[in-house]
């Protein structure tokens, strides 16, 4: 990671800070080293280390170096910081974050969780502790750590030293509370200290006292969080058009070096970013339009002080555009492609050719020159069956199942609780980060089991993060298909999976031969508006929750071939006699139905799926089609 | 001078509007696909008010919103070329059926005089059977005062329109293009407003509140 450079605000020079060290203590136990306070607490900040300089000298702790700075920020060691780092007001800038990256907990008393401390991690979506206490116990591992701070590292030595044991220490130890990383807690610290360096500190001093100082910034200043998703106007046509996937994944590896406090999180197409200044978010605005692209947004600005009372992921409802300034007229041809821009270009490059012709942009252009050649979709598959699948995230939807998963749990290992505690309680910026990693996981075990499945030579090439193509030996592997989903779903987050919120990890796969457009496909599966939609094209759509896939996909296997296919060609004919005659044979569900028993689909309908989902489902596997797209 | 704004109010007719084939393109892909809108621009209906009721001078302003999402199918099709009796290459289509719409005309002296059923011919494929719109007028709306909403259509980002459909601020902007014919057969692209965008408007060119 780039080292940031030293700002100067109007009345300060302040070297960066290197927050993201303040809670490295907790990685030690300090009792085991027999360093616990005398009630028996166990001082995570190096208290007994730095009681005066003679224990610093014993301990061999010199201070040097900023990452000493964000350890010693408490009102305890005032004299200490003042004389390590005359003016600076960074213990304040890391104090803040700390507060805006933690845990629903920090508001809660002493009293109201009690119990033995859980420094593991206790992961919500699986529903149990995925690591044991991984504090180091011997004297020799603290001197170790203490060197390791003298020498001034940065962050990604930190990680890559001490990485493991972060991602096992939970950020909060409290029984009930202990639903984060101490990883992600740590990062998120430093970014947003980093970046509060834009608000204006002048009324404060490197002298203030801490409760003070908090208390006169954080009204004044404004923090302004945001949900961003980038978007592309091409609609991509040919296979070369498909490297607008990995375009925007350049882009967004380019901007998060760019602005690289700002990104607290990046994964696929979307991103949480923070700003103080607007004028940097302007700035950002700007650098998504330079690369041909834009963005939809949700904001949270507000005051550091309202956010610190709820919480930095309380995003507005509706989504707001990042549209640039376009000029006011274009003269013909236009970008086929894009439809923004006058188009410069013929495609393909070469004039002797059968091949239609494209009016192009620059932009397109190129996009379509650098594309990596995807082989298989562009010359093997040319007569198959394929299957475009898209695997999104909901951040919404996250939101909500975190929360309902952290009320329970906390419901479940703590007493005394408030009454209110289900409209109070938040989900901290930290353990989205830690679910969003979770879900990057994921697309790489979903990669790995297409590959296993199907065979490396049924899958193309990697297009987006969430993004593949695969080729299907016949429709009905749709749904087998959407069975492994589930499955992989179910293995990864089964109490996420059990909870009676919408499942975020969204499934989109629509089915048609491979020469049919990409972006009709793309229509029906950028946004999956349930947590399972399958799109046949031709056919029609059929959408269900996650955890009714098996049920579904059994019933409608049980489905009599001859039975699938009269529903379907009278269907075709009218929709409202289809859903009368299966409505008749559900009430029906007699032995006598024989090969025209309808009945295992007919129960579904409409609680489970409506009767949309089931005639494409029974067409599809009664093998008729609308057209053969 | 039309004074039918300044002594009633900016008001809209609204008729009923269905078609059995609706193609509102875009621009065709690589002569061979041609994908359909599912919204119908505003510039699209004022093309189709020109050849319906020819006139020199008078732009007809016109909104239309879909009773109920419309269906997409996609139709293959092959032209002849007419001098060689040769296929061409293939052409998909999409379009709309079974569609249902609001359609909402600014009242002026002009378009009060509209008979109360008529035709449109809207959209592209014309000469192969698609377009053919059936309107029947419902009712004349009372003036409304603009209120903030979301844009259910395409309109362009020209004076004349947003005054047209009482567009007082754009609050958030989704942009693009619409095409204008100009005189003859050529054209441009005209800066528009898209679906999406959030404004301040007459209720007519909002989606409805959910």
């Known amino acids: ?629 | 001078m039309d004074r039918t704004t300044e002594t009633e109010g900016r008001c809209f007719l609204r008729y009923r509007l269905t078609a059995d084939l609706l193609c509102v393109g875009e621009r065709m892909r690589a002569s061979t696909y041609r994908r359909c809108l599912e919204v119908i621009p505003s510039t699209t209906l004022e093309g189709a008010f020109k050849v319906a009721f020819p006139h020199p001078d008078r732009v007809v302003y016109a909104a239309a919103k879909f009773r109920r999402p419309p269906v997409k199918e996609v139709l293959t099709y092959s032209p002849r070329d007419r001098g060689t009796n040769v296929s061409k290459l293939p052409l998909q289509v999409e379009y709309l059926t079974g569609v249902e719409a609001d359609l909402y005309v600014i009242k002026n002296d002009w378009t009060r005089k509209f008979p109360s059923r008529f035709t449109l011919q809207v959209g592209a494929m014309r000469p192969q059977g698609f377009g053919r719109c059936d309107v029947e007028f419902v009712e004349q709306l009372a003036p409304a005062n603009p209120k903030r909403g979301v844009l259910a259509l395409r309109i362009p980002d020209t004076d004349a329109a947003k005054n047209a459909f009482g567009v007082r601020t754009v609050l958030d902007l989704r942009a693009g293009y619409l095409f204008v014919p100009d005189h003859g057969h050529n054209g441009h692209y005209e800066r528009a407003l898209f679906e999406g965008s959030r404004v301040v408007a007459d209720p007519v060119v909002l989606e409805a509140e959910r």
Request: proline share 5%; net charge negative.
């Open chain 1, 1 to 629: 990671m780039q080292e940031p450079e030293s700002r100067t605000t109007n009345w300060l020079i302040m070297t960066p800070p290197r927050a993201e060290f303040h809670d490295i203590g907790k990685l030690i136990d300090w009792k085991a080293v027999g360093l616990h306070d005398a009630g028996g607490g166990e001082p995570h900040e190096f208290e007994a280390c730095l009681t005066d300089s003679a224990t610093m000298e014993q301990w061999g702790i010199t201070l040097n170096g900023p990452a000493w700075e964000g350890i010693v920020r408490k009102e305890e060691f005032r004299d200490l910081r003042l004389g390590a780092w005359p003016g600076s007001l960074n213990w304040l800038l890391t104090s803040i974050a700390d507060n805006l990256a933690a845990g629903y907990g920090r508001g809660l008393k002493e009293q109201q969780v009690t119990g033995t401390p859980d420094r593991q991690v206790h992961c919500l979506w699986r529903g149990l502790d995925t690591s044991q206490d991984p504090r180091l116990k011997d004297q020799a591992d603290l001197r170790e750590m203490i060197n390791f701070l003298n020498t001034g590292p940065s962050w990604d030595d930190a990680v890559a030293k001490y990485g493991g044991l972060l991602k096992d220490r939970a950020e909060v130890a409290r029984p009930g509370l202990n639903v984060t990383t101490l990883l992600r807690h740590s990062q998120a610290v430093g970014n947003i200290a980093r970046v509060l360096m834009q608000c204006d500190l002048s009324t404060v001093s490197a002298d203030t006292p801490w409760p003070n100082a908090i208390a006169a910034v954080k009204d004044t200043n404004k923090l302004h969080v945001v949900h961003y998703q980038i978007g592309h106007h091409q609609r991509p046509f040919r296979v070369k058009d498909l490297n607008i996937f990995a375009h925007i994944a350049d882009a967004v590896r380019r901007l998060t070096t760019e602005f690289a406090d700002n990104v607290l999180a990046a994964f696929d197409n979307q991103l949480i970013l923070v700003f103080a200044s607007p004028d940097d978010f302007k700035r950002w605005n700007q650098r998504i339009w330079d690369e041909g692209l834009f963005g939809t947004f949700r904001s949270n600005e507000k005051t550091i002080g309202e956010l610190l009372s709820r919480g930095m992921m309380d995003f507005e409802k509706g989504r707001r555009w990042a549209f640039p300034e376009l000029p006011k007229t274009l003269s013909l041809p236009i970008c086929e492609n894009c439809q923004m821009d006058r188009a410069t270009h013929k495609w393909p490059l070469e004039s002797d050719t059968d091949e239609p012709r494209e009016d192009l942009c620059s932009r397109c252009l190129n996009i379509r020159q650098v594309a990596t050649p995807l082989s298989k979709l562009s010359d093997e598959w040319r007569e198959n069956s394929v299957a475009w699948v898209h695997v999104p995230l909901s951040v919404s939807d996250a939101i909500e199942s975190l929360k309902y998963l952290q009320v329970k749990y906390l419901q479940s290992r703590a007493k005394n609780l408030p009454g209110d505690l289900e409209s109070q309680i938040f989900v901290a910026f930290p353990l989205l980060a830690d679910f969003v990693e979770a879900y990057k996981e994921f697309l790489q075990q979903f990669d790995t089991m297409l590959r296993d499945t199907l065979g490396a030579d049924r899958v193309e090439e990697r297009i987006g993060e969430s993004l593949w193509c695969v080729s299907l030996q016949s429709k009905e592997e749709a749904l087998a298909l959407a069975n492994d989903a589930h499955t992989l779903a179910k293995r990864e987050f089964p109490a996420m999976l059990a909870a009676p919120t919408p499942f975020p990890i969204r499934f989109g796969i629509s089915v048609s031969r491979a020469k049919h457009p990409f972006f009709a496909h793309w229509e029906q599966i950028m946004k999956p508006q349930q947590e399972m939609v399958i799109n046949m094209v031709g056919s029609g759509r059929a959408c269900m929750r996650l955890a009714d896939v098996c049920k579904v996909s059994e019933s409608v296997r049980a489905v009599p071939r001859r039975a699938a296919h009269q529903l379907a060609t009278v269907a075709r004919v009218s929709t409202a006699l289809a859903e009368l005659s299966l409505k008749e044979k559900k009430a029906r569900s007699d032995d006598s139905a024989g090969d025209m028993d309808l009945s295992a689909i007919g129960r579904l309908v409409p609680s489970v799926i409506d009767f949309a989902s089931a005639r494409t489902l029974v067409a599809m596997m009664g093998g008729v089609d609308g057209q053969d797209y």
